[in-house]
């Protein structure tokens, strides 16, 4: 077995590469997603402790 035919994947590397590749992906972009929501989530909470000090 050659890297070639490990890499072509009998014709379906493009397919099985292709979802590896969009898993990787995901798996990058979900924390990255997470930690927008978190800082975006804390600023609101500052936000919202601001206006009922002055209440």
Same mark, same amino acid.
């Not at 590469?17 to 995901?26: N, S, V």
């Not at 929501?37 to 402790?49: D, E, G, M, S």
């Given at each position: 077995?050659?890297?070639?035919?490990?890499?072509?994947?009998?014709?379906?590397?493009?397919?099985?590469?292709?979802?590896?590749?969009? #898993? /990787? !992906?995901?798996? @990058?972009?979900?924390?990255?997603?997470?930690?927008?929501? %978190?800082? #975006? /989530? !804390?600023?609101? @909470?500052?936000?919202?402790?601001?206006?009922?000090?002055? %209440?």
């Amino acid at each position: 077995m050659s890297i070639n035919e490990f890499f072509s994947m009998g014709g379906y590397g493009y397919h099985v590469w292709g979802i590896m590749l969009l #898993a /990787l !992906l995901m798996m @990058i972009l979900e924390p990255l997603s997470l930690v927008v929501q %978190k800082k #975006a /989530l !804390l600023q609101r @909470i500052k936000r919202n402790n601001k206006i009922n000090q002055r %209440k």
